[in-house]
Structure formats: C-alpha cells, structure tokens
C-alpha cells in the first residue's frame, strides 16, 4: 500500500512569487492536513481537510490556502512568500484518527 | 485549548544505555488520542504509538515501551539498550477524538545515541 506522497521534496522560490504543494494521501483516506515546521515554532498546524471541505485552520495568514479534491488529493498555496515561510511542509493523510505522514516539501525562499 | 510540552530539548546517550524521553500534557478533552512520532534527518514522520485516553496500559513493542499516566498527564516513552539508529528527534502529540484530525505537536526531543 502506497504511502503519503508529497511533491516536490524540494523547492526555491524568490520572495513575492507563489507556490503549490501537492499531497496525495493514502488510498481511502479521506481526511489530509498540513503542518508547517521551522526551527525556531516547530511544527504547526496549517489547516485540514475531509471530503473536500476545509474542517479546521490554523493560525496562518490568508496567503496560505488549501483546497482538496474529490480523489481526496490536495494542494496548499502560499502567496506572496517571505523568507519566513522557508520550512519543511509536512501532509498527513488520517483515517480514525490515526494519522501517517509523508516526506515533506522543503521551501526554501531567497 | 491543548498543549505538549516535552523538556528534554536535546539527549546524548552512549549506546546500549536505556533512555526515557518525557511529555506532559494538557487538555480540557475526556477523550483524547496521543502519539509518538519519529524524525530521522530525511524528514518524514514516522508514527511510532497512538494510545486513546481510556486506555492507560503500558505498551511494549521490542526496545520500545510507552508509559502513560492520566493522574500527572504523562506519555513517557522509554528506548531500551539503544542503538545509533534510534538517533532522531522524537515528538509527543495530542489530537481530539471524534471532532477533527488536527495534531498538537510538543516542540521534540533530540535524542543522539553516541557510539
């Protein structure tokens, strides 16, 4: 059974651009979040959707957004970067509670 | 609201000792679920344990053993005779039974196991 999977691994972007993180859950799992690590915050929670519904947010600004779709994959989108948002992204994929992660997305923006 | 809270920020053993790393909790939530998750250098969380509120038992799983106590709001989670490979940062998480899949992360304990 495949796992989670996150693409790109990696990625750098140049401040004010956009970017889309792409997380395929685990087949049957319909519920994925996202959590933003840095060093200095650790890991945070970003937002979590089930059957293409946002069904919590954290405490990030607009410039972050998500979306699911019906195959249960889903994106983030971060707007306008600043170098603050330089983190590994990490996509969990749940079902019953019972979370898996996958490799994460590591932003680097300059 | 939640919070994990794990003191030791970093923990250097020398092979074969036995290690426990610490995590306190707190929550208004009668149910509740929490984790241990493993962090090699690649990156990815690896889920180790998931323990439900209503099940205090002790868990042991090879070198691995969970202890958890509701009386302090403890999850401790002890490596017996590590190994170079148990080298990781190591997370103590809480989520909500029943209402969404959203994870409190504790900040990490950086274990290193010293040959």
């Known amino acids: 059974k495949a796992g989670v999977t996150q693409t790109p691994r990696y990625l750098i972007k140049t401040r004010g651009q956009q970017v889309t993180l792409s997380c395929s859950p685990i087949?049957?799992?319909?519920?994925v979040s996202w959590y933003q690590q840095t060093p200095g915050q650790g890991l945070q929670f970003l937002f979590e959707?089930?059957?293409?519904?946002?069904?919590n947010k954290g405490n990030f600004p607009g410039r972050f957004s998500g979306r699911q779709f019906s195959n249960s994959r889903s994106e983030m989108n971060v707007s306008t970067l600043e170098l603050g948002d330089s983190a590994l992204y990490l996509c969990?994929?749940?079902?019953?509670?019972?979370?898996?992660f996958g490799q994460g997305t590591r932003l680097t923006v300059v | 609201a939640q919070k994990v809270t794990q003191a030791q920020t970093e923990i250097s053993v020398v092979e074969k000792e036995d290690v426990t790393l610490d995590c306190v909790y707190e929550?208004?939530?009668?149910?509740?679920?929490l984790f241990w998750y493993k962090q090699p250098p690649s990156g990815e969380l690896v889920f180790l344990i998931r323990?439900?509120?209503?099940?205090?038992q002790n868990e042991i799983s090879g070198r691995y053993s969970w202890n958890f106590q509701k009386s302090t709001s403890s999850f401790n989670f002890t490596i017996t005779a590590s190994q170079v490979v148990d080298s990781a940062v190591y997370f103590c998480?809480?989520?909500?039974?029943?209402?969404?899949?959203?994870?409190?992360f504790g900040k990490g304990t950086r274990l290193h196991i010293l040959p």
């Open positions: 969990a994929s749940s079902l019953g509670g019972l979370a898996f």
């Open positions: 998480a809480h989520s909500r039974v029943n209402r969404d899949d959203k994870i409190i």
């Open positions: 323990r439900n509120s209503f099940d205090e």
């Open positions: 087949s049957g799992h319909r519920s």
């Open positions: 959707y089930f059957s293409e519904t946002q069904r």
């Open positions: 929550t208004r939530d009668t149910t509740y679920y």
